[in-house]
């Protein structure tokens, strides 16, 4: 009987080409389902063979619990009573007790025979999946075997098949049972059942090897490919370098009137396909990827690897792409968070910031009152001081003792920051506001108020930024600014 075993071994693992302990395992598994069969109870049941004699024998095993974790008499025993049995046993160790073994005639059962079945199609498909493993994250070409609701399954050629998550497909497409296709190759774990070859269309990797195929420079390595991000069956932005100077490798990506470029789009269903150029700089990556939208600014915070793009408002819809899908491909590409503003609207909130500081700096009123005056036009010393106690008091916060208040701290303020320019004016120093060409003590006041005290803060402005803060003609704000900027060359 032991020799049957042996022999069973020999013929099916020459005939199916496996390790003989992959078809020993599966003799034990099924003489163990086998002996299962015994107890009306839940058992757990381990069978060793011998791999040279064909003898085995067969354990009923017990894991030993605490009362708390006591839950199946069938698989567990009590600390207290496996004590009793052997005083070296410990919590999650486990007692066997010897049965005697069922006949392995009786495995002829058709559930015996499952479990051998069973397990040398899993010792197959491990084998083929180790064969394959060389080649994971390659395109492989197949054609499709079998369509289900799910999946489809796709043979890949020497009896190797691979599986086809509808979820891997690029949306839209239909494929049956026939039709050859191109897929990245990947491994995928299921539980309690191993590994399997699995195919996906909607990787990144997908589009990296057409054009790998497409574009000879790639497969030679004078152009690289360094950074991919896609919304399968939509868009794509790719990110390329070149090792050679002398080529142009959107141009090599792109080809003859876009014959290459166009090959890998139909081949993805018509997926539009951005190839920009790799940057190690972050920031010129982002300026590359995000084209043809223009990017006001840049801040980086390299703790949170995060980005904040400024872009200019006619041009926010489009870099923020539609449903945000532009700025998200561009964020996988750097590898950075981006948070994409308005650059309009924060050059007003920034400036409405500096006008607000400088009204609670001079008025001696908190955040709410000064938000109250900026957005009842009240915005300037000069403003409020010229403005009547009427007028003010209109105001549905302020009654006329405020608004009085408010008038004579404007002027004030006004009288102060006069004397204070005035007495810079008379030291002369350069970095005094008062020694730009073009600025009188009006404009100085008017400048102060903003935050505006020193040349160096004129110089740094941009000529937006100053028509955002006073009233001023665009080309009388350039000279100010450049004539400001003089001692810096």
Known sequence: MENEILLVAESVSGEKDLPKESIFEAIEQALATATKKRYQEPTNISVSIDQTTGEYETFRLWEVVSEEDFEDAGFQLLIEDAKSRDENLELGSFISEKVDNVAFGRIAAQAAKQVIVQKVREAERAKIVDQYRPYLGEMVSGSVKKVT???????????AEAVLSRNELIPGEVYRMGDRLRAVLQEEERENRGSQLSLSRRCPEMVSELFRLEVPEISEQVIEIKAVARDAGSRTKLAVKTNDNRIDPVGACVGMRGSRVQAVSAELGNERLDIVIWDDDPAKLLINAMGPAEIGSIVLDEESQTMEVAVA????????????????LCSQITGWKLNVIDKDAEEE?????????????????????????????????DKISNSSIESLSAVEEFDEEIAEALIDRAKEALLTLAMEISTEDDESSEEDIMAVEGVDMNLALELSQKGIKTRDDLAELSVDELKDLIDIEEEQAGSLIMKAREHWF
């Open 349 to 381: 909130d920034s400036a409405s910031i500096n006008v607000s500081d400088s009204l609670k700096e001079y008025l001696d009123v908190d955040d709410d009152l000064a938000q109250i005056l900026i957005e009842e036009g009240f915005d300037s010393l």
């Open 313 to 328: 408002k006619e041009s926010l819809a489009q870099a923020i792409g539609k449903n945000g899908q532009n700025v998200r």
């Open 149 to 159: 609701r799910e999946f489809l399954i796709v043979d890949l050629g020497d009896g």
